[in-house]
């Protein structure tokens, strides 16, 4: 019987503990599993994203540049720098350096008045050409000033 000091009376003992333990282990895997199949669902059905940039990586536009060159130009190039001495970027826009994101959001919104004046603002794309080590931060930096002047073609410079 249950609880008896007779050593005869329950021969088949069973330790309930570690049963216990092995469920409790065994549930807790379910309920991740269970928690980590719904994270991974959703993720991949309706989530947001909570940035986007809309830029165009160019494809032929090399060899397209290369085969024309007296075409007018229809774009508006900002070259970043890296200057290993200094270990700043070094902004560039046609043959001038660019002090500050001040001066460089007047010759973007410069530049691109002429095309709205000309009644084509659909035509120039900023094209951002930045070397191997400028941060991402001033690459980013340039994007955003474009997006104030409402420009909605932003492109980056392919590397051969």
């Not at 993720?43 to 940035?51: A, C, D, P, T």
Request: hydrophobic share 40%.
């Amino acid at each position: 019987m249950a609880g008896s000091r007779d050593p005869n009376a329950n021969p088949g003992r069973i330790k309930v503990v570690p049963l216990v333990e092995i469920i409790l282990c065994l549930c807790g895997l379910a309920m991740c599993s269970l928690m980590l199949e719904d994270c991974l669902v959703g993720s991949m059905k309706g989530r947001v994203l909570e940035g986007k940039i809309e830029t165009w990586l160019p494809k032929d536009k090399v060899q397209q540049r290369e085969a024309a060159p007296d075409t007018p130009t229809e774009e508006i190039r900002v070259a970043l720098l890296w200057d290993e001495a200094s270990r700043t970027t070094i902004r560039k826009f046609g043959n001038a350096t660019v002090r500050d994101d001040t001066q460089l959001q007047n010759l973007i919104r410069y530049r691109y008045s002429g095309w709205v004046h000309c009644g084509k603002p659909e035509i120039p794309a900023v094209v951002v050409d930045a070397a191997e080590m400028v941060p991402w931060q001033d690459v980013m930096c340039v994007v955003n000033l474009a997006k104030r002047e409402k420009i909605e073609r932003i492109e980056f410079a392919g590397r051969k």
